[in-house]
């Protein structure tokens, strides 16, 4: 009687964890994952195309001329992570950081978000990129002149590839703090 009475007592403190536990992680993992890195990834972009967008709105002469865009785009490569665009006030690329987009240079680029940014507002987005054959997080910030006017877009795009691995590396942590807390909480009940 005392055997069963016993187990009894250590089942009824042990199981309310092995389920509440697990679920919290799995509740933890969404949370950080939709409401924290994945915001905060999204503005990072446009923050950095904010910051391109305001230096190139001083420099008129890239808006016209692709080949001083492409220098320009050339000058920041060593220090994005990301692909980086350069658009005129039409949607026309006239210059990037990803080799792979030469033969679409002078092309009219179709995008989510396209409509708002030519309307003059910031868009992002995150969707399936077929050119880069990914999925990927997009920002896109009009760039406006001195006097007013626009002059183009500045697009920026990380894969989503990378933030996955992130994700992954996060996940097994969160997995294995539950489950040493999963272990200590047994061995305690």
Known sequence: MLNTLRRR???S???????????????????????VLLPSLTHELVEEARLTA???GNRADIWHEPAQAQKFVDRQKPYLTERMMLLDSGGHLL???DPTDAERLGKQLDF????????????TSIFYSQSLSAEVAD???????PNGQ????????????NVYSQFLRLRYLIAGVLAVGLFLGATVG
């Open 139 to 145: 920002a896109a910030v009009p760039v406006v002149g």
């Open 95 to 97: 210059a990037s950081s």
């Open 112 to 123: 989510p978000g396209l409509a708002n940014v030519l309307a003059g507002k910031s868009s």
């Open 13 to 35: 403190h042990v199981l309310p964890s092995l389920i509440i536990v697990p679920l919290m992680g799995i509740a933890l993992i969404y949370v950080l994952e939709t409401q």
């Open 9 to 11: 007592l250590i089942l």
């Open 150 to 161: 626009a002059l183009g877009i500045v697009r920026v795009t990380y894969r989503m590839g």
């Open 54 to 56: 305001e230096i190139a």
